[in-house]
């Protein structure tokens, strides 16, 4: 790890204006600075920020302040009551002690858990453009099938984004030009011959809240997470489905995939297949074959685009029981 410089955030104008790394619980970036991959000049720390806290919104949805802790989030009795996918998708990620120091800001922009990329001895486009993908020839098992490019198949590692893709969150953000709102599906970028830009995300702006509409009546949601061991693992592959039932008809569905994409995958495809349809077997596997129609399994993980298909025919089946 190199010497930086480190101060600390009063305002988020200040944070904004500051020109260095921001930094809230360090669950990604401190790891990624002591393995060289990230080598910031400057530090700044914004945890004294007033940005963690879980609030009722405008029109009966949520705001998500960009410091709230995951396990506080994962807990909060709304989310839990209203918004179960995304608190089923916190409290499977990463463990206890990381769930209390990773924050909501912090989960959005953490980094691939990409071997090649982790490991500076080895070529990477997303850490050094230009470089080569040594995922494209190497053990590609983890990597995507989903949104991948010559240049990169990093998968995204979130499990709260994946579950916030699928509830159409929207992420508000605080820069040099004023503040402005993206919804999360525009949010991030796949890799195409730019796999260094992950987000839209410009110089000095920053993630201040995350905003979460409110559901309609009868909506439904669940988190799968299918991996190789049962806790402290990022998946290989998972589902986050949030759909309005009327009786036993699927009248609105919201679907999107961890573990499979370059990026939070949502499925426009599977909606599309799902929604007017009767719940059930026949409807569910339609939808998983549209989802992943356009998957490209590389040497190793072929195996992932079975996996999605079943991860979301058995959420669906779980969600509208």
Known sequence: ??????SQARTVEGAVRSAGTLIAGG????DLMKLNVLQPEAVVDINGLPLDKVETAAGGGLKI??????????????????YAVLSE?????????????ATTGGNLLQKTRCYYYRDTNYACNKRKPGSGCSAMDGFNRIHAVLGGSEHCVATHPSDMAVAMMALE?????????????????????VPGDTPDKENVLGPGEMITHVT????AGGTRSHYLKLRDRAQYEFALASAAVAVQMNGGQIARARV????????????????KALEGQSAGADAFAKAAEAALAGAKPLQYNGFKVELAKRALVRTLSVVTA
């Open 212 to 215: 979460l509409p409110a559901l």
């Open 256 to 271: 999107a995939f961890g573990g499979v994409g370059t990026k939070p995958w949502r499925s426009r495809e599977a909606e």
């Open 169 to 189: 969150a929207v992420v508000h953000v605080s820069g040099p030009k004023g503040e402005r709102a993206v919804e999360l599906e525009h949010f991030y970028l």
């Open 65 to 82: 302040g960009a410091l709230v802790r995951n396990s506080d989030l994962a807990w909060n009795t709304t989310v839990k009551e209203k």
């Open 27 to 30: 669950t990604t970036l401190v």
């Open 89 to 101: 998708a916190l409290l499977s990620g990463a463990s206890p002690q990381l769930r209390n120091m």
């Open 1 to 6: 790890m190199q010497v930086f410089r480190y």
